[in-house]
């Protein structure tokens, strides 16, 4: 079975500043994705960044990076900059296996941006 | 270009009756999941389809909920005999194909509240 662990339920940063968000999985496969997803108030599930566990290159996208540590099994998120609209639940979310579609969710980082 | 619609928004109804929740997905994408979302909680995957492939069924908690899909269009997720812990957000989501490679687009979910 795999596994999503996000310990940390809810975090707040200022406005411009720096945060991070940890997540750590488990999974037999040598073969998955890895995914942080932003769940704002409207409910809509926005994909934020996507890592494909072959690559070790860290992704990036604009604002959001990520530390894969493919070894310690830890796939953390870094927001630069931070705005108010990315006050949200962040989810991380793992996919793997032959069903590598069946996507095992952690149960969210409540992020607030403060003005 | 049109997302991915779930209807209704919200649906209150009371226990012992049947709902239905409605899924329209982005036009082309033959594969469509539904996952139920419990307050304070991450997505459980609940099914899954890819074209005319037999369905996914693995995660549907009870023979109480079951679900069909008219070729790669709308899809349909049915809760019989409803029970007070089947109060949560539905969110069903579609992409290009079945694999972790390519993004799932959620919709904006259907809040069931059982009384």
């Known amino acids: 079975a795999q596994t999503v662990t996000q310990s940390q339920p809810e975090m707040s940063v200022q406005e411009a500043e720096t945060v991070t968000l940890s997540c750590t999985y488990d999974?037999?496969?040598?073969?998955?994705?890895l995914f942080w997803y932003k769940q704002p108030p409207s409910r809509q599930m926005i994909l934020v960044i996507r890592?494909?566990?072959?690559?070790?290159q860290n992704a990036t996208e604009n604002r959001f990076s990520v530390n894969f540590q493919k070894a310690a099994k830890s796939f953390s998120l870094k927001i630069s900059d931070s705005q108010l609209g990315d006050t949200a639940m962040y989810f991380c979310a793992l996919g793997s296996g032959g069903s590598n579609y069946k996507l095992t969710f952690g149960k969210g980082t409540l992020l607030t941006v403060n003005p | 270009g049109a997302g991915v619609s779930q209807s209704p928004s919200n649906k209150v109804t009371e226990k012992g009756k049947d709902v239905e929740l409605r899924c329209d997905p982005i036009?082309?994408?033959?594969?469509l999941y539904w996952y139920r979302q419990r307050l304070g909680q991450g997505l459980e995957f609940l099914i899954y389809?890819?074209?005319?492939?037999?369905?996914?069924k693995s995660g549907l908690p009870s023979d109480r909920f079951s679900a069909e899909r008219t070729g790669e269009s709308v899809s349909t997720l049915t809760i019989q005999r409803t029970q007070q812990e089947d109060s949560a957000v539905y969110l069903c989501?579609?992409?290009?194909?079945?694999?972790?490679?390519?993004?799932?687009?959620f919709g904006p979910g259907t809040r069931l509240t059982v009384t």
């Open positions: 999974t037999s496969e040598n073969n998955y994705y």
């Open positions: 989501a579609s992409s290009a194909t079945g694999t972790a490679y390519y993004e799932q687009y």
């Open positions: 890592q494909e566990a072959y690559k070790q």
């Open positions: 389809f890819q074209g005319n492939s037999a369905p996914d």
């Open positions: 036009s082309g994408h033959t594969a």
